[in-house]
């Protein structure tokens, strides 16, 4: 039986759901529980908080953009060998794609785990009930559990959230945290500031946030709640995206750090060799890589630094001019372009591989689900192999040469956006990220399973024998 789960969710973004999942995560590890936690949905900021907290990956698992083998695969590759493993969702619960698709309510469905609502209540009182009643009653197939106030001014405030909620409902109250500067983390923005970069204050606030939990949090009854998936995978999840080499080199640093985790491992396991380098310290990608990937991350606010990386450059242009297959997602695609305005209106020059050239002046967000469609046969796949992924950037093309397009694209209602990114011969990118190969055709219901009744595991007293 895999490890019982507890998904935590929120009434809407900005509730502090990660500093909730880190003071759990933490408190949890404290009274030695061998905790491991997935983050829902596309996300490359929050696993890195969660992975320094546990020391254990956190893999991303979105219900729209990966297949249901795929998503119990990975779950099943998270709870190996933990006691209890606790989800993080994205933005509020029942927020995904326009079907209800790839939201946090969405996979606790899917996969038949509990649901811890968060809800943010400095601003609330009695009104606290009806926000609980509204999002327990909302779907009746989405098992809500337990309820944690956040931001909360005291004891007296808790007391009135409590006795509110309890008036109404008999849905556990577990706790709450309160009011607390010490949590507070800076951000940007595409969200909080990596943990690598700030890894001292991480530290300090996922500590001052265990504290709180201990005092005020019932951490016994969370426990309890927690339930194993309804599913079970069969053997390791399927390749999302095959290895585009044999030997890849992947780009890593402040600049790119945005790949996911259970990517890199299914390349692995396929028998591909994978390396390191660090365009920012002026690295090229290994000599011996027949495929170099720059992911997305944060080019433009290296842009200076970036610029002058001849070595890195020099080291993807002999990686293109031996054939390597070189690949750029969103920052990477905007590396490996002729230019890069960063925000003050400074153009500076970038590889020269595709003739793009992008812009984060005057930044807009782009942001939403997308299906890729190959437009010519790639080491990712033959023409017409279809993807799942997602947008989420400020930047924009500024210009964009004639050459062969890389992927046409529809958002998540199934609408033609065109064609996206440049591909040059075996260079290729654009601002998609892609997260796994083969998705449901837009719309295709699903079929759903009703989860199954599991059996109640007591946790509360330390680590299983």
């Given at each position: 039986?895999?490890?019982?789960?507890?998904?935590?969710?929120?009434a809407s973004?900005g509730?502090?759901k990660?500093m909730?999942?880190?003071g759990?995560?933490?408190a949890l590890?404290?009274?030695?529980?061998?905790v491991?936690?997935?983050?829902?949905?596309?996300d490359?900021?929050d696993?890195?908080?969660h992975a320094?907290?546990?020391?254990?990956?956190?893999?991303?698992?979105?219900?729209?953009?990966?297949r249901?083998?795929?998503?119990?695969?990975?779950?099943?590759?998270?709870a190996?060998?933990?006691?209890v493993v606790i989800?993080?969702?994205v933005m509020?619960?029942?927020?995904?794609a326009p079907?209800?698709?790839?939201?946090t309510?969405?996979?606790?469905?899917?996969?038949g785990?509990?649901?811890?609502?968060?809800?943010?209540?400095?601003?609330?009182?009695q009104?606290?009930?009806?926000?609980?009643?509204g999002?327990?009653?909302?779907?009746e197939?989405?098992?809500?559990a337990?309820v944690?106030?956040n931001?909360?001014?005291?004891?007296g405030?808790?007391?009135?959230?409590?006795?509110a909620?309890?008036?109404?409902?008999?849905?556990?109250?577990?706790?709450?945290?309160?009011?607390?500067?010490?949590?507070?983390?800076?951000?940007?923005?595409?969200?909080?500031?990596?943990a690598a970069?700030?890894?001292?204050?991480?530290?300090a606030?996922?500590?001052?946030a265990a504290e709180?939990?201990?005092?005020?949090?019932?951490?016994?009854?969370l426990?309890?709640?927690?339930?194993p998936?309804a599913?079970?995978?069969?053997g390791?999840?399927?390749?999302q995206?095959p290895?585009?080499?044999?030997?890849?080199?992947?780009?890593r640093?402040?600049?790119f750090?945005?790949?996911?985790e259970?990517?890199l491992?299914?390349?692995r396991?396929?028998g591909?060799?994978?390396?390191?380098?660090?365009?920012l310290?002026?690295e090229?990608p290994?000599i011996?890589?027949?495929?170099?990937?720059?992911?997305?991350g944060?080019?433009?606010?290296h842009?200076?630094?970036?610029?002058a990386?001849?070595r890195?450059?020099?080291?993807?242009?002999?990686?293109a001019?031996?054939?390597?297959?070189?690949?750029?997602?969103?920052?990477?695609?905007?590396?490996l372009?002729?230019?890069?305005?960063d925000?003050?209106?400074i153009?500076?020059?970038?590889?020269?591989?595709?003739?793009?050239?992008?812009?984060f002046?005057?930044?807009r967000?782009?942001?939403?689900?997308r299906e890729?469609?190959l437009a010519?046969d790639?080491?990712?796949?033959?023409a017409g192999?279809?993807?799942?992924?997602h947008?989420f950037?400020f930047?924009?093309?500024?210009?964009?040469g004639?050459?062969?397009?890389?992927?046409?694209v529809?958002?998540a209602?199934g609408?033609?956006?065109?064609?996206?990114?440049v591909?040059v011969g075996r260079?290729?990118g654009?601002?998609?990220?892609?997260?796994?190969r083969?998705?449901?055709?837009?719309g295709?219901?699903?079929?759903?399973?009703?989860?199954a009744?599991?059996?109640?595991?007591?946790l509360?007293?330390?680590r299983r024998?």
């Open positions: 039986m895999s490890a019982p789960a507890l998904l935590v969710a929120a973004s509730s502090g990660t909730v999942t880190l759990l995560l933490a590890k404290r009274r030695g529980l061998a491991a936690s997935f983050k829902t949905g596309p490359y900021i696993p890195a908080f320094r907290i546990t020391g254990r990956p956190c893999l991303n698992l979105d219900s729209w953009a990966m249901v083998e795929v998503l119990v695969g990975l779950f099943e590759e998270t190996r060998g933990a006691d989800g993080e969702g509020g619960l029942f927020d995904g079907d209800g698709r790839g939201s309510a969405d996979l606790a469905v899917l996969l785990i509990p649901v811890l609502l968060v809800v943010e209540a400095q601003r609330l009182g009104s606290a009930a009806a926000v609980v009643e999002f327990v009653r909302f779907r197939d989405v098992g809500v337990g944690l106030f931001r909360v001014a005291g004891e405030h808790f007391a009135l959230l409590r006795e909620v309890e008036a109404r409902s008999s849905i556990p109250i577990l706790g709450f945290l309160p009011r607390d500067p010490a949590l507070d983390l800076p951000e940007r923005h595409l969200g909080l500031v990596q970069e700030i890894a001292r204050a991480v530290d606030a996922a500590a001052r709180l939990v201990e005092a005020h949090v019932d951490l016994d009854r426990l309890r709640l927690a339930r998936p599913l079970a995978a069969l390791p999840p399927p390749l995206i290895p585009p080499g044999q030997h890849v080199a992947v780009a640093d402040e600049a750090g945005f790949v996911y259970s990517v491992e299914g390349w396991r396929a591909a060799h994978v390396s390191f380098f660090s365009p310290a002026d090229a290994g011996t890589a027949d495929a170099v990937v720059l992911p997305g944060y080019p433009e606010l842009v200076e630094r970036l610029s990386a001849r890195f450059f020099d080291g993807l242009r002999r990686a001019a031996r054939g390597a297959f070189v690949y750029g997602e969103c920052g990477g695609y905007m590396v372009g002729r230019h890069l305005t925000r003050d209106g153009v500076r020059l970038m590889a020269g591989l595709l003739p793009v050239s992008t812009s002046a005057r930044p967000l782009h942001l939403g689900y890729a469609v010519a790639v080491p990712l796949g033959a192999t279809r993807y799942a992924g947008e950037h930047a924009r093309e500024i210009e964009r004639g050459e062969p397009l890389f992927v046409s529809r958002d209602r609408r033609e956006l065109g064609p996206a990114g591909r260079v290729a654009s601002f998609l990220h892609l997260m796994d083969r998705p449901l055709p837009s295709h219901g699903r079929e759903r399973r009703e989860p009744e599991a059996p109640q595991q007591d509360a007293g330390g024998a």
